[in-house]
């Protein structure tokens, strides 16, 4: 006698009735999304037109952004001296192994398991 609602729901419920509730849990969940996205347009549109019509956003907005982790990408910093080095070593290393591997012949091996 002790059931929870949802264990009473499961058993006595029809199915159809069950899949109306979720069809409804699913619409409303939907249209919660749909009335959230139609506030941040309505709210872009909104500030677009200011923009438009005169308002200094940076100085109406004087907020200085927070350093979160990982929600700007940072970018790289330019390529300096020691990198341009670094791949010139790069690659007359690479030239050098390809040159040394041209002049030893190719030898392999096939090696077949064999499970008995």
Do not use: C, Y
């Amino acid at each position: 006698m002790n059931q929870s609602l949802k264990e009473r729901l499961k058993e006595n419920l029809p199915f159809s009735a069950k899949f109306l509730l979720k069809r409804l849990l699913v619409a409303s969940v939907g249209a919660i999304v749909r009335l959230a996205a139609s506030a941040v347009r309505f709210k872009n549109r909104l500030l677009d037109a200011a923009v438009k019509h005169g308002l200094d956003l940076e100085r109406a907005w004087n907020v200085t952004p927070r350093d979160r982790a990982g929600a700007q990408q940072s970018q790289p910093p330019p390529f300096g001296a020691s990198d341009f080095l670094f791949l010139t070593n790069m690659i007359a290393g690479a030239s050098a192994k390809s040159a040394a591997s041209v002049e030893r012949p190719v030898r392999a091996s096939i090696i077949i398991p064999v499970f008995n």
